[in-house]
């Protein structure tokens, strides 16, 4: 296999200069491009250090130079790579082999592309939903991710208190032995409770009081692998219970939900593959209009190494098994941007179907020479399928099959892209400078396109990055701060401050702002650390507008002098603009694309379930849900613990003791009616639904039961009144009073309702409830308000007075049989037993005694008084 000759030449020109790079530890000189930070020299030389030695046993040994790049390790690597390719039969001559070596490690130095470890993994065990006990795996799964999250916390707190008791004792300034007392030592005795509290032990305590500095390492999180779970797309979208399973495990553990088993598959043999980053924008910037070649001949070279990569790593058996490889296609989003501003996802599509269809004509290549790994024969013709469709044009995939099982066009990690200084697409870039200072500014990417486009970059640069003062912002101003008395030596401070600080109250603030000056002149304190402007009278409006035109803004979606062909782009949240991305070069890819997706910091299973839905709803291909980061500024607000102080002993003085209330706790025993008990039935009509009610009393007349029947209306119904009425007896029975039932149910509106008949005193109800409610409460508790029947002749109190009413007889209201014979037949009252009402104007103010009985019940009446006991008529004066 021939690697055509492209970069070397070009990597002869690159400018490289010695560096002095600090490391854990150590100051380490090496030599690097000019062009790379320190950030990412150091992730290259962390690269080196993890390198193997191994070499073929009949391989000629390496004879580089130590002081050349990073310390000669890329060429190194490098020459491993094509002696290892040599010897399994991929290059027929020296020349081949040395050629590969010097393509592979110009790809490096111009920082092309960035390879990963390759580890000799195995798969990792996937889950389909189907399976019985799924649910419990999720549920273990879970516990386990959240026990090293909250593990890793619990151990850094622990360990941060127990240092706090170290260095208690040791800012102690007394006697060894008073400084460790905690009883003596008030700081030691906090720290202290605060190490208890985390979890230490009192031993721990005591050691760490002996000067015993505790150092604990937090439980290293387990290295996994994402899990496949293979689910229903219609069951996830419709919320089934399956939604609520994995969204719960999906908020705590890594894991990818997939809906189709070759998706699934794929994503489990993720932990084999071999993995490298394409660097897309440096190529682009290299080639200009051979951009194309180049990248077929990159992801060619590449492929090859790869491969090599898998021969030589892992145990012997795994030699010839054909493993996936994935090409992370890095700084994709800057490279469309840069190319066509307009529409960058077209572009990335086509990128996507460009490297897509290189490594699988590479791959076949490969398979010819090395031929298809037995294990994959039964799965090949499924995927070279897939492959063909996706990538039509491809002669002869099909016939002869691939080498590798996939072919990923997604690595997710985070030092490789260190490695190549690419970073999350937004429009902020941040950068080191020549004098190694980091400054921010616009993204290249996005400069090139607004001067293309005919835009204005500085403008651009400051609505992003604001003008950095005060001198004819809105709102807050120069002229609006001299009215206030602000003088030229304030006004210069906080020029010079808005260079130093993100925030405008940091400026308006000492030590800026001189405490004499906020006090004397602007009659303001600053002892509670409130933000000044709003006390000088700038509103909300007037502060933000001044604050992002000192400071700038995030983005540029409110860029107003934007090209018009870019409004759409610019005003894009940069998160979704890259997922659009990578959607349209997710059919290129053998594994689907498991870039998490994020969701509030706050949202709960139910949040997540929705969000899994809605992905497959849009026909997406795996799904990973990551909680957002919290704010760095939130602190949940709990109140101060009140901690007992010690005070001194007052002597001590007795108060008087004087009685203001006193309160009566009635016993909560339950009163049990009497076995034999009076009453009275009332039968009426609500709506014409006939209702009655029964009610039962104690001995002195207390309401202590009622029983509510309904005439010709469903079992369910009847039955709930009934169990109604039960559950109101038996509160009466325990003390709650008639009136709070009376209030409480009153007014209820349902139906059946209306006109109210066979009722005396009550002629509509809103409800079935409210009718029965009002009965007791004008029958109980004498409350005539709830009453709403037309006076009649036989109630005296009523407006019309009937003065020659006849008396009632008794047995109208007392019960032959509850009486058994005990109440006279000749016993009469007035109707409903009130008296009539006086004619003789007021009653008396005082109660007058009978002198023939004594009791006070002597009433005047016609002029004259009378006994309205013994009936005596005596003469008195006055």
């Given at each position: 296999m021939?690697?055509k000759?492209?970069?070397?030449?070009?990597?002869?020109?690159?400018a490289?200069?010695p560096?002095?790079?600090e490391?854990?530890?150590?100051?380490?000189?090496?030599?690097?491009?000019?062009?790379?930070?320190?950030?990412?020299?150091?992730?290259?030389?962390?690269?080196?250090?993890?390198?193997?030695?191994?070499?073929?046993?009949?391989?000629?040994?390496?004879?580089g130079?130590?002081?050349?790049l990073l310390?000669?390790?890329?060429?190194?690597?490098?020459y491993?790579?094509?002696?290892?390719g040599?010897?399994?039969?991929?290059?027929?001559?020296?020349?081949?082999?040395?050629?590969?070596?010097?393509?592979l490690?110009?790809?490096?130095?111009?920082?092309?592309?960035?390879?990963?470890?390759?580890?000799?993994?195995?798969?990792?065990?996937?889950l389909?939903?189907?399976?019985?006990?799924?649910?419990?795996?999720?549920a273990?799964?879970?516990?386990a991710?959240?026990?090293e999250?909250?593990g890793?916390?619990?151990?850094?707190?622990?360990?941060?208190?127990?240092?706090s008791?170290?260095?208690?004792?040791?800012?102690?300034?007394?006697p060894?032995?008073?400084c460790?007392d905690?009883?003596?030592?008030?700081?030691?005795?906090?720290a202290?409770?605060?190490?208890?509290?985390?979890?230490?032990?009192?031993?721990?305590?005591?050691?760490?009081i002996?000067?015993e500095?505790?150092?604990?390492?937090p439980p290293?999180?387990?290295?996994?692998?994402?899990?496949?779970?293979?689910?229903?797309?219609?069951?996830?979208?419709?919320?089934?219970?399956e939604?609520?399973?994995?969204?719960?495990?999906?908020?705590e553990?890594?894991?990818?939900l997939?809906?189709?088993?070759?998706?699934?598959e794929?994503?489990?043999?993720?932990?084999?593959?071999?993995r490298?980053?394409?660097?897309?924008?440096?190529?682009?910037?290299?080639?200009?209009?051979?951009?194309?070649?180049?990248?077929?001949?990159?992801?060619?070279l590449?492929?090859?190494?790869?491969?090599?990569?898998?021969a030589?790593?892992?145990?012997?058996?795994?030699?010839?098994?054909a493993?996936?490889?994935?090409?992370?296609l890095?700084?994709?989003?800057?490279w469309?941007?840069?190319?066509?501003?307009?529409?960058?996802?077209?572009?990335?599509?086509s990128?996507?179907?460009?490297?897509?269809?290189?490594?699988?004509?590479?791959?076949?290549?490969?398979?010819?020479l090395?031929?298809?790994?037995a294990?994959?024969?039964?799965?090949?013709?499924?995927?070279?399928?897939?492959?063909?469709?996706r990538?039509?044009?491809?002669?002869?995939?099909?016939?002869?099959?691939?080498?590798?099982?996939?072919?990923?066009?997604?690595?997710?990690?985070?030092?490789?892209?260190?490695?190549?200084?690419?970073?999350?697409?937004?429009?902020?870039?941040?950068?080191?400078?020549?004098d190694g200072e980091?400054?921010r500014?616009?993204?290249?990417?996005?400069?090139?396109t607004?001067?293309?486009?005919?835009?204005d970059?500085?403008?651009?640069?400051?609505?992003?990055?604001?003008?950095?003062?005060?001198?004819?912002?809105?709102g807050?101003n120069?002229s609006?701060?001299?009215?206030?008395?602000?003088?030229d030596?304030?006004?210069?401070?906080?020029e010079?401050?808005?260079?130093?600080?993100e925030?405008?109250?940091?400026?308006?603030?000492?030590?800026?702002?001189?405490?004499?000056?906020?006090?004397?002149?602007?009659?303001l304190s600053?002892?509670n650390?409130?933000?000044?402007?709003?006390?000088?009278?700038?509103?909300?409006?007037?502060?933000?507008?001044?604050?992002t035109a000192?400071?700038?803004?995030?983005?540029?979606?409110?860029?107003?002098?934007?090209?018009?062909?870019?409004?759409?782009?610019?005003?894009a949240?940069?998160?979704?603009?890259?997922?659009?991305?990578?959607?349209?070069?997710e059919?290129f890819?053998?594994?689907?694309?498991?870039?998490?997706?994020?969701i509030?910091?706050?949202?709960?299973?139910?949040?997540?379930?929705?969000?899994l839905?809605?992905?497959?709803?849009?026909g997406?291909?795996?799904v990973?849900?990551?909680?957002?980061?919290p704010p760095?500024?939130f602190?949940?607000?709990?109140?101060?613990?009140?901690v007992?102080?010690?005070?001194?002993?007052?002597?001590?003085?007795?108060?008087?003791?004087?009685?203001?209330?006193?309160?009566v706790?009635?016993?909560?025993?339950?009163?049990?009616l009497?076995?034999?008990r009076?009453?009275?039935?009332q039968?009426?009509?609500?709506?014409?639904?006939?209702?009655?009610i029964?009610?039962?009393?104690?001995?002195d007349?207390?309401?202590?039961?009622?029983?509510?029947?309904?005439?010709?209306?469903?079992?369910?119904?009847?039955?709930?009144?009934?169990?109604?009425?039960?559950?109101?007896?038996?509160?009466l029975?325990?003390?709650?009073?008639?009136?709070?039932?009376?209030?409480a149910?009153?007014?209820?509106r349902?139906?059946?309702?209306?006109?109210?008949?066979?009722n005396d005193?009550?002629?509509s109800?809103?409800s079935?409830?409210?009718?029965?409610f009002?009965?007791l409460?004008v029958?109980?508790?004498?409350?005539?308000?709830l009453?709403?029947?037309?006076?009649?002749?036989l109630?005296?109190?009523?407006?019309?007075?009937?003065?020659?009413?006849?008396?009632?007889?008794a047995?109208?209201?007392?019960?032959?049989?509850?009486?058994?014979g005990?109440a006279?037949?000749?016993?009469?009252v007035?109707?409903?037993?009130r008296?009539?009402?006086?004619?003789?104007g007021a009653?008396?103010?005082?109660a007058v005694?009978?002198?023939e009985?004594?009791?006070?019940?002597?009433?005047?009446?016609?002029?004259?008084?009378?006994?309205d006991?013994?009936g005596a008529s005596?003469?008195?004066?006055?």
């Amino acid at each position: 296999m021939r690697i055509k000759p492209r970069f070397a030449s070009i990597a002869a020109t690159v400018a490289v200069e010695p560096r002095l790079i600090e490391r854990p530890g150590v100051v380490t000189p090496t030599l690097a491009p000019a062009d790379w930070s320190d950030a990412r020299v150091e992730a290259w030389l962390d690269w080196a250090e993890r390198l193997p030695t191994d070499l073929p046993q009949d391989a000629a040994a390496w004879n580089g130079d130590p002081a050349s790049l990073l310390g000669g390790a890329v060429d190194r690597w490098a020459y491993r790579l094509g002696a290892w390719g040599r010897e399994h039969g991929l290059f027929d001559s020296a020349d081949d082999a040395k050629s590969f070596t010097d393509e592979l490690s110009a790809s490096l130095l111009l920082g092309l592309a960035a390879p990963g470890e390759t580890l000799a993994a195995t798969a990792s065990a996937g889950l389909s939903l189907h399976e019985p006990g799924a649910a419990l795996r999720l549920a273990d799964l879970t516990a386990a991710c959240r026990g090293e999250r909250l593990g890793a916390q619990a151990a850094e707190a622990l360990s941060a208190a127990l240092r706090s008791v170290a260095e208690a004792v040791d800012r102690c300034e007394g006697p060894r032995d008073a400084c460790a007392d905690p009883s003596a030592n008030p700081a030691l005795a906090r720290a202290a409770n605060i190490a208890r509290r985390c979890g230490a032990s009192d031993a721990d305590i005591i050691r760490a009081i002996e000067g015993e500095i505790p150092i604990i390492a937090p439980p290293a999180p387990a290295r996994r692998s994402p899990m496949s779970v293979l689910a229903s797309r219609d069951r996830i979208a419709s919320g089934g219970p399956e939604a609520a399973a994995v969204a719960a495990a999906a908020l705590e553990a890594d894991l990818a939900l997939t809906f189709s088993p070759r998706d699934a598959e794929a994503l489990s043999d993720a932990p084999l593959e071999a993995r490298v980053s394409l660097y897309l924008p440096a190529l682009n910037i290299l080639t200009g209009e051979a951009f194309d070649e180049a990248l077929e001949d990159l992801t060619r070279l590449w492929v090859v190494a790869l491969e090599i990569e898998i021969a030589i790593s892992g145990d012997t058996p795994r030699r010839n098994a054909a493993r996936p490889i994935a090409l992370g296609l890095s700084g994709l989003a800057d490279w469309a941007v840069a190319t066509n501003g307009a529409d960058p996802v077209i572009l990335a599509a086509s990128v996507g179907a460009r490297v897509s269809a290189a490594a699988n004509a590479t791959s076949v290549e490969l398979a010819a020479l090395l031929g298809p790994c037995a294990e994959w024969e039964a799965v090949r013709d499924e995927v070279v399928d897939a492959a063909v469709q996706r990538n039509q044009g491809i002669d002869g995939l099909k016939g002869c099959g691939r080498r590798h099982a996939a072919i990923n066009l997604f690595v997710h990690d985070a030092e490789l892209a260190l490695k190549l200084g690419a970073s999350p697409f937004d429009a902020t870039d941040v950068f080191q400078t020549d004098d190694g200072e980091t400054q921010r500014r616009l993204r290249p990417a996005l400069a090139s396109t607004i001067a293309r486009a005919g835009g204005d970059v500085e403008d651009a640069e400051r609505h992003l990055f604001g003008r950095r003062t005060l001198v004819g912002a809105p709102g807050v101003n120069h002229s609006a701060l001299r009215d206030l008395g602000f003088t030229d030596l304030e006004l210069e401070a906080i020029e010079a401050a808005l260079s130093q600080t993100e925030l405008l109250s940091a400026v308006f603030a000492p030590p800026v702002l001189d405490a004499g000056f906020i006090g004397d002149v602007l009659g303001l304190s600053v002892a509670n650390g409130a933000d000044l402007l709003p006390r000088l009278g700038f509103d909300d409006a007037a502060i933000e507008a001044a604050r992002t035109a000192a400071f700038g803004r995030p983005n540029l979606s409110e860029w107003e002098a934007a090209p018009e062909a870019l409004r759409s782009l610019l005003s894009a949240d940069a998160g979704d603009l890259e997922a659009q991305m990578r959607r349209a070069i997710e059919p290129f890819s053998d594994v689907p694309d498991v870039s998490p997706d994020l969701i509030d910091w706050r949202a709960g299973p139910l949040q997540a379930a929705r969000a899994l839905g809605e992905a497959a709803r849009e026909g997406r291909r795996a799904v990973v849900l990551r909680r957002a980061t919290p704010p760095a500024d939130f602190r949940l607000d709990l109140p101060e613990a009140d901690v007992p102080s010690q005070r001194r002993i007052e002597p001590e003085i007795k108060p008087v003791e004087r009685v203001i209330e006193k309160v009566v706790e009635r016993d909560r025993m339950r009163r049990k009616l009497p076995d034999r008990r009076k009453g009275y039935i009332q039968k009426a009509a609500v709506g014409g639904h006939k209702v009655y009610i029964h009610t039962g009393e104690y001995e002195d007349g207390e309401l202590g039961e009622i029983f509510i029947d309904m005439h010709k209306e469903g079992a369910a119904f009847r039955s709930l009144m009934n169990n109604f009425a039960i559950a109101i007896s038996i509160g009466l029975q325990y003390g709650v009073p008639l009136d709070e039932f009376v209030d409480a149910f009153v007014f209820t509106r349902f139906e059946p309702a209306g006109r109210v008949t066979g009722n005396d005193s009550i002629r509509s109800a809103t409800s079935i409830l409210d009718y029965i409610f009002r009965e007791l409460g004008v029958s109980y508790l004498e409350r005539q308000e709830l009453a709403n029947a037309e006076p009649e002749g036989l109630n005296p109190d009523g407006l019309g007075v009937v003065e020659d009413a006849e008396p009632v007889p008794a047995a109208r209201f007392i019960s032959k049989g509850f009486a058994r014979g005990a109440a006279p037949d000749n016993l009469v009252v007035v109707p409903f037993g009130r008296k009539p009402a006086s004619s003789s104007g007021a009653p008396p103010t005082e109660a007058v005694a009978c002198p023939e009985c004594g009791d006070f019940s002597l009433q005047n009446r016609g002029g004259g008084w009378i006994c309205d006991t013994c009936g005596a008529s005596p003469q008195m004066q006055g």
